[in-house]
């Protein structure tokens, strides 16, 4: 009996049969095209309203999603224009080759702009300092703000690379309560200080790094 002799439901049968692998592989092209128009041409792909870099801290997939969302929440911004990027940088120092990965990240997400606030134990934070990556205080906050941090022990001075001089470049982490909410840099003497950024990263960055210092 010849294709065309066959009932409607006998042809299917032999489609099938012979067909299956083909019509798999057809049906996985289609949910795969679709998937790649849909991503980039269609889901939302929110611009960096500032990147944070957390330097020797383990965060949980579960934590960064949660802290993302309470930043972008608490700094009113619409998800489908603008989120805060977070990137954890924290390894077994003894594996060398993930160390080394890690740092080359690091610091192609350093040079690309995509960090403008760096939070690190001290020796790191001493490292970063003399390497030229962090920006004096001064250049985002006010005098009256610099301060207030300084009567409360939290200004960190060191001399800056450029200057020579000893100069406010982090702030100590041990009073964020939004950190502690989350148990993030609760064991070590932590900084956070401003990379070097482009000019249109810089009010959003403070006022992230606001949130971020509240009591």
């Not at 954890?88 to 080394?100: L, N, R």
């Not at 982090?170 to 482009?198: R, T």
Request: net charge negative; with cysteine; aromatic share 14%.
């Amino acid at each position: 009996m010849t294709f065309s002799e066959l009932d409607l439901k006998g042809k299917l049968e032999h489609i099938w049969i012979y067909y299956k692998l083909r019509i798999f592989m057809i049906c996985f092209l289609i949910i795969a095209g679709i998937s790649i128009i849909y991503t980039v041409f269609v889901k939302p792909h929110p611009d960096n309203y500032c990147g944070i870099a957390m330097y020797g801290q383990f965060l949980s997939m579960a934590d960064d999603d949660a802290v993302t969302e309470e930043l972008n929440t608490l700094l009113a911004l619409d998800p489908r224009k603008y989120t805060v990027e977070i990137e954890s940088f924290f390894s077994d120092e003894k594996d060398v080759m993930v160390e080394a990965q890690l740092n080359q990240k690091f610091n192609t997400y350093l040079y690309a702009s995509q960090f403008h606030l760096i939070m690190a134990d001290k020796e790191n934070t001493d490292i970063f300092i003399n390497s030229g990556y962090y920006e004096n205080l001064t250049d985002y906050l006010t005098e009256d703000e610099i301060s207030s941090l300084d009567e409360k022990g939290l200004i960190y001075y060191a001399k800056d690379p450029e200057s020579g001089e000893m100069e406010p470049l982090a702030v100590k982490l041990s009073n964020s309560a939004f950190l502690k909410k989350y148990n993030l840099y609760q064991d070590n003497e932590s900084y956070i200080g401003f990379v070097i950024m482009p000019e249109e990263y810089k009010e959003s960055t403070v006022k992230t790094f606001d949130i971020l210092m509240s009591e």
